[in-house]
């Protein structure tokens, strides 16, 4: 028969001890599971009980408040009554919830706590509207009286507490009885999984720690011998330990031939190092050179990427300059339009006054023409004054107050011929200066009308003017953001050519640590070959 593996047998026990473990874990949950059930219906008998004795409290109570009131006629112990009547009620309907198998009992003390309470108001109102016997007889009445229901209630209330009380009893005993089981079922549990834990223990100290004692006295007498390869472990199970001793022989086995192999390659180790440092050495001496034209270059750079600054620059205050006089422009096109409105507007007057002028000078013609009437009222006036003073002097005294009368009609004639002349002579200046201002009128909305015109004119150039200051900006800010972009490639370029500095620095640092490590490889190299000397090895072919 094939014997166990080491693997197999652990196996074994694990499952075994997993396996007691888990059935214990369950008898341990369905233990506690039923105890826990055995708990919960003791302490709600009890609860029962309680609640019970609550109830009995209460229709005492009400017994006593029904008696004082139906006797003292007092309303506050019929109140009261009442309010432990309700609470009679209230622990009904809490009872008819944690106990429902005994939902017909407490229907029961319901009505009749009910009754007793109405029987009580009945006896109340006998005592106090008619007389102690009419009450009396309430009180005594046979099953409804009231003595009969507080009798019938408390007894019907102290069975149910009985048997109440027995089933708290019977849930106590049988939880005691279920507490004690739990325990010696929880010690018989324990004592099986120490016997378990204890057989365990013994596989490995009496099978495997044996075993891995002489595996590792064989290894210490290979790594403290003289170091020779060639030797064996012993193997004496072919268990997983049987196992690890015949890969350990493979490996003895495999680094014979590395260390012989790793002897050859030493040798041509230190010839290759000597080349190599050679080549380090070459290798720093170009890295200095790279070192010494990468910093004249970032000097360079620097110097070209300063310039760009002071070009971009200059490049935003011109663009401020241009952004400015488009501004001042924007406002004398303002200015200009604001002025031809003005213009335009006194156009408008001057050609206004120039028609109010010119309705004067109508009305002076017209003026003119009433004047030559009065002129010729005038004339005539002065010829019938003269007729007149001819004919009074030819009639001799009776014709000299007619005749005075002709010389003054005739002296006003005179005046009135006077005063249109000089009528005639203002209406002459009159129309004369009317003509003068409206012919400079008719000048003024000339010179008005080319002013507009020339006013437009430096409008279009100022709005010209504007629109090339705004290509200028536009051009101005386009170089800048040119001269931004070459400044920003600059530091670019300048960062880039740090970088490859730092690098051709570190570079220069990783030659001279190769060219170091070459020599110090060299050195290793000898001894590792020194150190592998010490090895019995068998001999490889060349």
């Known amino acids: 028969m094939k014997p166990l593996t080491i693997k197999l047998q652990v196996t074994l026990a694990s499952i075994i001890a997993v396996t007691l473990f888990l059935i214990g874990t369950l008898l341990h949950y369905g233990i506690n599971e039923h105890t826990h059930k055995l708990e919960n219906n003791y302490i709600k008998a009890i609860n029962i009980q309680l609640t019970l004795k609550d109830s009995l409290y209460h229709i005492i109570q009400i017994q006593q408040f029904i008696t004082d009131a139906a006797l003292t006629h007092n309303q506050d112990s019929a109140d ?96 005691k009885a279920a507490e004690t089981s739990a325990k010696n079922g929880n010690l018989l549990i324990s004592i099986i999984q120490i016997i378990v834990l204890l057989s365990i223990s013994a596989l490995v100290f ?77 290798a720093s001496t170009g890295m200095k050179e790279v070192h010494a034209h990468t910093d004249m270059l970032a000097t ?68 003119g023409n009433i004047i030559n009437v009065i002129k010729t009222i005038s004339d005539q006036t002065n010829l019938l004054a003269l007729n007149a003073a001819i004919e009074a002097a030819r009639a001799g005294d009776a014709g000299r107050g007619f005749a005075v009368v002709a010389d003054e009609v005739r002296s006003l004639a005179k005046n009135t011929q006077d005063s249109a ?28 009308t080319i002013t507009v015109e020339k006013a437009k004119q430096a409008g279009d150039s100022l709005k010209q003017i504007a629109s090339s200051v705004v290509e200028l900006a536009d051009v101005n800010m386009q170089i800048a953001s040119a001269s931004e972009q070459q ?28 060219s170091t490590s070459s020599i110090e490889c060299a050195q290793s190299a000898e001894e590792v070959s020194n150190l592998i000397s010490q090895f019995k090895t068998t001999k490889l072919a060349s």
């Open 80 to 175: 009261k009554a009442l309010n432990h009547k309700d609470k009679v009620l209230e622990l009904n309907t809490k009872l008819a919830t944690i106990a429902p198998n005994f939902s017909h009992q407490l229907q029961l003390i319901k009505q009749k706590t009910s009754q007793l309470y109405d029987s009580g108001i009945e006896m109340i109102d006998a005592y106090t509207t008619q007389n102690m016997n009419a009450g009396n007889q309430i009180m005594d009445r046979e099953n409804t009286g009231f003595d009969a229901l507080s009798s019938s209630l408390t007894k019907q209330i102290n069975n149910l507490m009985l048997t109440a009380t027995n089933v708290a009893i019977q849930s106590k005993q049988q939880l």
């Open 206 to 282: 009496l099978r495997i720690i044996p075993t891995i004692t002489r595996l590792n006295n064989n290894l210490t007498q290979l790594a403290s011998g003289d170091k020779d390869l060639s030797r064996r472990l012993t193997i004496h199970k072919h268990d997983e330990l049987g196992a690890i001793a015949s890969s350990i022989n493979d490996f003895t086995a495999g680094l014979d031939t590395i260390m012989s192999t790793a002897k050859q390659a030493t040798q041509r180790l230190g010839k290759i190092t000597e080349s190599f440092q050679h080549g380090a050495t070459k």
């Open 300 to 367: 360079a750079v620097t110097e070209m990427a300063s310039t760009v600054t002071e070009v971009a620059r200059n490049t935003e205050h011109a663009a401020q300059i241009a952004a400015n006089t488009r501004e001042t422009t924007i406002a004398g096109e303002r200015v200009v339009s604001e002025s031809v409105d003005i213009i335009n507007t006194l156009a408008k007057d001057i050609d206004e006054s120039a028609t109010q002028i010119h309705t004067l000078v109508q009305l002076s013609e017209k003026i």
């Open 421 to 448: 002349s000089e009528i005639e002579q203002m209406i002459n200046q009159i129309q004369t200066a009317s003509q003068r201002v409206s012919t400079s009128m008719q000048n003024n909305i000339d010179k008005a």
């Open 487 to 514: 400044k920003t490639v600059s530091e670019e370029i300048n960062r880039s050519i740090l970088h490859v500095a730092n690098i051709a620095t570190d570079t220069l640092d990783v030659a001279n640590q190769v």
